[in-house]
């Protein structure tokens, strides 16, 4: 069992910058892709980010390539998304997901999450 809790959320102007952690409980947490999924009222789910167990092989959507980062440390048993550019239409609630355990992640379909954190909203204000 994993269980994941989010932090850094909150409200921020178009073009700032935020950082959410993920942090997870266990032993296992290194095994774990690690995922981050938002949605959006009336939008659906899609994955945002994702990091291999190991680190080695990662997953941007299309819509945050070249403006948030994924990264983890498996020491402190923690992921991170670096969201820096921040437009309105990356308002929505975030979440952390752990999954596809042992297996590189190179699509969105590669992130296939076992458990789910409780969410961190984002706001952005244009």
């Known amino acids: 069992q994993v269980q994941l809790v989010e932090s850094g959320g909150g409200l921020v102007q178009a073009g700032g910058s935020l950082r959410l952690s993920c942090a997870a409980s266990?032993?296992?947490?290194?095994?774990?892709?690690m995922g981050w999924f938002r949605q959006a009222p009336g939008k659906e789910r899609e994955v945002v980010a994702a990091?291999?167990?190991?680190?080695?092989?990662?997953y941007y959507a299309d819509s945050v390539k070249g403006r948030f980062t994924i990264s983890r440390d498996n020491a402190k048993n923690t992921v991170y998304l670096q969201m820096n550019s921040l437009k309105p239409e990356d308002t929505a609630l975030y979440y952390c997901?752990?999954?596809?355990?042992?297996?590189?992640?190179?699509?969105?379909?590669?992130?296939?999450?076992?458990?789910w954190g409780q969410g961190t909203q984002v706001t952005v204000s244009s």
């Open positions: 997901t752990a999954g596809s355990r042992y297996k590189p992640i190179t699509t969105a379909q590669s992130m296939s999450p076992d458990y």
């Open positions: 990091i291999s167990w190991s680190g080695g092989s990662t």
């Open positions: 266990g032993r296992t947490f290194s095994t774990y892709a």
